[in-house]
C-alpha cells in the first residue's frame, strides 16, 4: 500500500512535489512522491490520507488520470 499525506500538500505549487516537475523544469526526469512510488509498487493500492486538506489543484491531478 502506498500512503499519502495529503495534508502536506496544501498548496498549489505542491503539485510538482507529488507528480514531478514539468519538462523543461530542473529536476523533470526525477518523479514526484506519487509517480516514483508506484513505478516501484505498480499494483499498489494508494491510500490518500487527510484528502480533504490537500489544495483543489492537488486534488483534481487525481481527478484527471487516465
Known sequence: MIRID???YM??????RL????PGYIGHDE???LT?????NPYSVIL???VEKAHTDVFNVYCNFR
Open 36 to 40: 516514483e512510488a508506484v513505478r516501484r
Open 31 to 33: 518523479g514526484g512522491q
Open 11 to 16: 498548496e498549489k505549487h505542491a503539485v510538482s
Open 48 to 50: 490518500l490520507d487527510e
Open 19 to 22: 507528480i514531478g516537475a514539468p
Open 6 to 8: 495529503m495534508s502536506e
